[in-house]
């Protein structure tokens, strides 16, 4: 339990820890304390914009919008790493929650994460977390596939230093809203679990000398697909054991080039029959074709040894075939031209 700092006593606070603070119009007496309760404060909500690169999303977050009035939190953290402080007080971010997770909060008592949410705005029982949390609105699609900036997830980590350990809190007093409301995803693309652990490295140093390691840095899941085709790539490159996972991924990825119609690719074309719809396969598909393809011929093969077995032919009738082609060329040629007719029909059967 704490009482809300002031503004002064913020910025001093974020500045100590090292990141850029950009005061934005009249934060300091922007709030929605006329609506309810601010403190005491007892920790840090970390949530995602959804906004993408078209949006003002500094001032989105401080006006707030028709459905949700600003602030809409203490600050926005854009994907610079400048931490825009757009509201001192009560905030419309949190919204009601569970009062377990508040209480695992105050208490600082879980293990990895709080206990899982079971309540959010509006609720039975809800508690109402403007009150009781600062929160920090970090620039993001939150569509779990737009990066999270080294810069950006650095000073999201410190800004939430700067805060804890004013209060004297540790890293569980930050957490993430989707810890806080079961409503809630945010902040997608980055675990909580791993943001607490580095918010812990940073606690234990003094302010303004933790700077984070490559290691650190949370991954976006299309970040890991992307280390996982170069890894991929670079194994069928240059050699190497591929694990089963890799390869699946390559079984499934549909670039080889396809064959044309007849052979067994109706949707090469489109209806116009002219554009080319569909020109590759994955290895899945190509493999399953080829063994049709095999097993169509040897049936082909087996049919035809039937019927040339079938021919039966007396030594006489030999030897007067043979006797007429030695006195007639040209009739070599005819026979041949035939029963290649005649091979060509039975392999089409």
Same mark, same amino acid.
């Given at each position: 339990?704490?009482?809300?700092?002031?503004?002064s006593?913020?910025?001093?606070?974020?500045?100590?820890?090292g990141?850029?603070?950009?005061?934005?119009?009249?934060?300091?007496?922007h709030?929605?304390?006329?609506?309810?309760?601010?403190?005491?404060?007892h920790?840090?909500?970390?949530?995602h914009?959804?906004?993408?690169?078209?949006?003002?999303?500094v001032?989105?977050?401080?006006?707030?919008?028709?459905?949700?009035?600003?602030?809409?939190?203490?600050?926005?953290?854009?994907?610079?790493?400048?931490?825009?402080?757009?509201?001192?007080?009560?905030?419309?971010?949190?919204?009601?929650?569970?009062g377990?997770?508040?209480d695992?909060?105050i208490?600082?008592?879980y293990?990895?994460?709080?206990?899982?949410?079971?309540?959010?705005?509006?609720?039975?029982?809800?508690?109402?977390?403007?009150?009781r949390?600062?929160?920090?609105?970090?620039?993001?699609?939150?569509?779990?596939?737009?990066?999270?900036?080294?810069?950006?997830?650095?000073?999201?980590?410190?800004?939430?230093?700067?805060?804890?350990?004013?209060?004297?809190?540790?890293?569980?007093?930050g957490?993430?809203?989707?810890?806080?409301?079961d409503?809630?995803?945010?902040?997608?693309?980055?675990?909580?679990t791993?943001?607490?652990?580095?918010?812990?490295?940073?606690?234990?140093?003094?302010?303004?000398?933790? !700077? /984070?390691?490559?290691?650190?840095?949370? $991954?976006? #899941?299309? +970040?890991?697909?992307?280390? %996982?085709? =170069? &890894?991929?790539?670079?194994?069928?490159?240059?050699?190497?054991?591929?694990?089963?996972?890799?390869?699946?991924?390559?079984?499934?990825?549909?670039?080889?080039?396809?064959?044309?119609?007849?052979?067994?690719?109706p949707?090469?074309?489109a209806?116009?029959?002219k554009?080319?719809?569909?020109?590759?396969?994955?290895?899945?598909?190509?493999?399953?074709?080829?063994?049709?393809?095999?097993?169509?011929?040897?049936?082909?093969?087996?049919?035809? !040894? /039937?019927?040339?077995?079938?021919?039966? $032919?007396? #030594?006489? +009738?030999?030897?007067?075939? %043979?006797? =007429? &082609?030695?006195?007639?060329?040209?009739?070599?040629?005819?026979?041949a031209?035939?029963v290649?007719?005649?091979?060509?029909?039975?392999?089409?059967?």
């Amino acid at each position: 339990m704490a009482t809300p700092m002031s503004a002064s006593k913020l910025v001093e606070a974020l500045r100590a820890e090292g990141v850029t603070v950009h005061e934005v119009r009249s934060w300091r007496t922007h709030n929605r304390n006329h609506r309810g309760a601010w403190g005491p404060v007892h920790g840090v909500l970390i949530h995602h914009t959804v906004t993408g690169p078209g949006t003002d999303v500094v001032n989105l977050i401080y006006d707030g919008h028709s459905a949700l009035p600003g602030p809409l939190s203490t600050g926005c953290i854009t994907k610079d790493g400048v931490v825009h402080l757009t509201g001192n007080g009560r905030a419309n971010h949190a919204g009601g929650g569970d009062g377990r997770v508040l209480d695992a909060v105050i208490g600082e008592s879980y293990g990895d994460r709080p206990p899982a949410t079971q309540k959010h705005d509006g609720s039975p029982g809800a508690v109402d977390g403007n009150a009781r949390f600062y929160g920090w609105e970090c620039e993001n699609k939150g569509d779990g596939r737009d990066p999270w900036p080294r810069v950006q997830y650095v000073a999201m980590v410190k800004a939430t230093a700067a805060i804890c350990r004013v209060h004297g809190w540790g890293e569980k007093s930050g957490i993430g809203h989707l810890e806080w409301s079961d409503w809630k995803v945010d902040p997608r693309g980055i675990d909580m679990t791993d943001f607490r652990r580095d918010l812990a490295a940073c606690l234990a140093l003094p302010a303004g000398q933790w !700077e /984070g390691n490559d290691d650190d840095m949370a $991954l976006t #899941d299309s +970040d890991v697909r992307k280390v %996982a085709d =170069a &890894v991929v790539a670079k194994l069928i490159a240059g050699g190497g054991v591929l694990e089963n996972s890799d390869l699946r991924r390559i079984w499934w990825a549909d670039e080889i080039p396809a064959a044309r119609p007849p052979y067994n690719n109706p949707d090469y074309f489109a209806a116009d029959g002219k554009t080319i719809d569909n020109d590759t396969w994955t290895a899945k598909y190509a493999v399953q074709t080829t063994v049709e393809g095999v097993r169509e011929t040897l049936a082909r093969v087996r049919n035809l !040894e /039937g019927a040339v077995g079938a021919v039966d $032919l007396s #030594d006489a +009738d030999i030897a007067t075939l %043979a006797s =007429a &082609v030695a006195s007639n060329p040209a009739l070599a040629e005819q026979i041949a031209e035939k029963v290649a007719v005649k091979l060509a029909e039975r392999l089409a059967e």
